[in-house]
């Protein structure tokens, strides 16, 4: 799945742009939302219609920019183009990144939960975060492509069904997660991917660690002021939630303010092929990097 805020607080000089100091995510992750960075910059791989060598490229490449983070959504077919061209899985390729990557934090933008047992699910990230040396990032989703529902035998059902199993999933991944042995290498953030204000969002308030959803600015602020509902509603620090936006590429040579105005803390370039990597450049100059 791809994933499917209030103005933010000043920030001190050398600080990204609203930075939270995000407790219990370990030092990684607090001394990337502290950089001089204006916000952290996300790379997310659309793997259709292209060779697994180019995928391959472009992480790597990325990595090398300097990306704060890496994405590849969890679909088993193309989402644009012929329907029936060249499609690659996403946590495979999660493992493959894990060992030829050196620095960036990576992770599917989202997993569909309905894909995977919750407790296997867990079990595979703390996998891949030992490969990386504790870089990955546990993204998933209620899911909704139904066409990979279809072929691969899932029960698809309807958006309240899949919601209720996400919800049902999500305890067991966080438990699941502190039992494995060895354990991850760091507390592995749980980042949920959509926007819908009653089951969604509460649940991110309740669970997740980092939250990713889409333009246009005004939404997104409105989205994340629901979820600051939620936070305080079930007891939680808003503050304790990364928030991430997904954006095209052309959006780069735009105004950015108005996304970080509204609460975004990280942009991800969605990279669609020929994986062009200028966006990717221009992004990071922009995020004063």
Known sequence: MEASGAALPGRRDGQVRGARRVRGRGRRHEARLTTARRFRVGYQIHPQHCTIEQIREAYRTADSLGVDCIYVWDHMHP????????????????????????????????????YRNPELLAYMCSTIDHLSGGRAILGIGAGWFERDYQEYGYEFGDAPYRLRDLGKALPRIKSRLGKVVPPPRHKIPILIGGSGEKV??????????MWNTFPPADNYAKKSKVLDDWCAKVGRNPAEIERSMSINAEMVDGDLDEFLQAGAQQLIIRGMQPFDMKPVEALLRKAGA
Do not use: R
């Open 200 to 209: 969604t969002l509460k649940l991110t308030a309740q669970y997740a660690d």
């Open 79 to 114: 989402l644009y183009g012929p329907p029936d061209g060249n499609h690659y899985e996403c946590w495979t390729i999660l493992a493959a990144m894990a060992v030829e990557t050196k620095q960036a934090e990576f992770g599917a933008l989202v997993s569909a939960n309905s």
